[in-house]
């Protein structure tokens, strides 16, 4: 098997407005059923490497960790008020 060496756009120092609204758009494409990869980067913790569709990044998992946690109080905000 030959290894492909993938681009990715390096997003570690990038502010978190820009990491989130990225991750916004990761989100966006995989409630559309793409399915999304993390890995380890080999530069290791905490970096790691995410893909999905055309996105592909290098990010901290830190942030990804807190991104989704924000995500899922938003979403348990709206079930709260639907009852």
Known sequence: ??????????????????K???YQQIHAQWKSGAPVRTHEH???FPAVTVDCG????ITDVLSVEDFWKKLRLEEQKREMKDE
Not at 4 to 13: A, G, H, P, Q
Not at 54 to 57: H, P, T
């Open 20 to 22: 989130e609204q990225i």
């Open 42 to 44: 080999k530069s290791g």
């Open 1 to 18: 098997m030959v290894k492909v060496k993938v681009d990715r756009r390096n997003i570690l120092s990038e502010p978190d407005s820009e």
């Open 54 to 57: 055309d996105i592909r990044i």
